[in-house]
C-alpha cells in the first residue's frame, strides 16, 4: 500500500497534526465517579507513542446532572474529573500526539444495565431518546440555556488544560442530535421546527458560546450522523441541499471541521455519486472533514457489542478516496482499541503484524 497521503502532516488553526489518522473517541466506562485514572491516561498516552496524530477522547459529560447515564463515563468538570483530564493530555503531548475531548450531553437515554440513574430525570428536546419512547423530561428555556452555558464551561476549561482542539459530540442519537432529528424533537418553539435547518438552532447556539468560550484561534470539531442506533437507515439530510442547510450555519458558528460517522466509509451517501458521507460535507460546506467507519477492518462497530469478530481488511480504498480529496483526516477506532501500534504498523508496511478485533477489546483497556 501507499500510505504516503495518511502521513502528511495536517495544519488548521491550533491543531497542528503530524500526519492524518485521528483515534476515534469510543466510551470505555473505566474512570469510577467520573474520574479519569492513571490507566486511563496510560491507555491514551501508548496510543500517543504508537504514533496517532490526533487522539480525541472517549466522550466526557458535561456540568448537568443527567448528563450521563453511567456511573463510569468520565466527567469534564469538577476538580477531580478535570485533574484527571490534565492527567491524560500530558502524558499524551509528552508521547508526541495531539488531543481533542470530545464533549458529550446523552440527552435522553435508556437506564444503565446496572440500574445506576442519574440524580436528574433524562432530558431532552422532547423527552423522547427514540420514536415513541418517552424516558425523559422536555427541556425548559432554562434547561437549554444552562445546557448551553455548560458545554462552553467544558470547552473553556479544555483550553486551559492544554487541550488542542474540542469536539462536540453531535451524532448517534445522542442530546444535540436529538434536537436535530424531527423523530425525537417535536418542539414547536424555537428550539424545534419543521426543517432541519430550524431544528439545528441548539447545535448552533452551543457552537456560538463554544466559540466565545475558547476564541477565534482554537479549532472546533462537530461529530454528526445520518444514522440512528435504533434506526441505521435514517438520514437527517436527504439531499446535498439539506446538507447544506443543516451545516453550513454550523460552519458560521464556529466549526471547523465535521467529523462525519458512517458505519462503512465506502458506502455511498446519496444516489448518483460514490461520494461518502465526509466527501459529500466537504464539498458542500468548504469545511474539512474526518471520515470514519469500518476504517482497517471488516465488520462494524455497532456489530462488535454483538460478538462479531473483525479482521484487518485493506486500505486500498480509503487511500483511493483520500488522494481524490474527499476528506482531510480519517478516524479509526476498533483498531486502536485492541492494538495500540496499528498506526507505526501500518506506516512500516508491517500489516502481517497487525491484529483483528474481538468484543473482548470492549472489556479491558489494551495496553500492548
Not at 470530545?102 to 427514540?130: K, Y
Not at 447556539?205 to 442506533?229: C, H, M, N, W, Y
Amino acid at each position: 500500500m501507499k500510505t504516503d497521503s495518511l502521513f502528511r502532516p495536517f495544519s488548521l488553526k491550533s491543531l497542528n497534526l503530524k500526519n492524518r489518522i485521528v483515534m476515534a473517541p469510543m466510551t470505555r466506562s473505566f474512570s469510577p465517579n467520573g474520574v479519569p485514572t492513571s490507566d486511563v491516561a496510560k491507555y491514551y498516552q501508548k496510543r500517543a507513542e504508537g504514533d496517532v496524530g490526533l487522539i480525541l477522547s472517549e466522550g466526557t459529560v458535561i456540568e448537568r446532572q443527567a448528563s450521563s447515564n453511567d456511573p463510569n463515563v468520565p466527567h469534564f468538570y469538577g476538580n477531580d474529573g478535570l485533574n484527571g483530564w490534565q492527567n491524560v493530555v500530558n502524558g499524551v503531548h509528552q508521547a508526541g500526539a495531539k488531543m481533542a475531548p470530545q464533549i458529550w450531553h446523552m440527552g435522553v437515554m435508556d437506564p444503565h444495565p446496572s440500574g445506576w440513574l442519574p440524580s436528574a430525570p433524562f432530558e431532552g428536546p422532547s423527552g423522547m431518546g427514540r420514536p415513541g419512547f418517552v424516558n425523559g423530561i422536555s427541556m425548559t428555556d432554562s434547561d437549554i440555556a444552562d445546557t448551553i452555558s455548560a458545554f462552553g464551561r467544558a470547552a473553556a476549561d479544555a483550553k486551559r488544560l492544554g487541550f488542542d482542539s474540542v469536539e462536540l459530540h453531535g451524532a448517534h442519537g445522542y442530546l444535540i442530535d436529538q434536537f436535530f432529528w424531527e423523530e425525537t424533537n417535536r418542539r414547536s418553539d424555537i428550539w424545534g421546527g419543521n426543517t432541519l435547518a430550524e431544528r439545528s438552532r441548539f447545535a448552533v447556539e452551543v457552537t456560538k458560546e463554544v466559540r466565545k468560550q475558547v476564541g477565534d484561534d482554537f479549532a472546533l470539531i462537530l461529530r454528526i450522523s445520518q444514522f440512528k442506533p435504533s434506526l441505521y437507515t435514517n438520514q437527517l439530510a436527504k439531499s446535498p441541499q439539506e446538507i447544506e442547510a443543516w451545516l453550513n450555519p454550523l460552519a458560521e458558528a464556529g466549526i471547523d471541521i465535521f467529523h462525519c460517522s458512517q458505519r462503512r466509509f465506502w458506502e455511498p451517501e446519496f444516489e448518483g455519486s460514490d461520494l461518502n458521507f465526509a466527501g459529500w460535507v466537504k464539498k458542500v460546506t468548504g469545511s474539512a472533514t474526518i471520515t470514519v467507519g469500518s476504517v482497517g477492518l471488516t465488520g462494524e462497530f455497532l456489530a462488535a457489542f454483538a460478538g462479531e469478530s473483525s479482521q484487518p481488511s485493506s486500505l486500498d480504498e480509503l487511500l483511493r478516496r483520500m488522494d481524490r480529496g474527499d476528506f482531510d483526516l480519517v478516524a479509526v477506532g476498533r483498531p486502536l482499541l485492541s492494538d495500540p501500534k496499528w498506526v507505526k504498523k501500518i506506516y512500516e508496511q508491517r500489516t502481517n503484524e497487525l491484529k483483528g478485533f474481538t468484543k473482548d477489546a470492549l472489556t479491558e483497556l489494551v495496553m500492548e
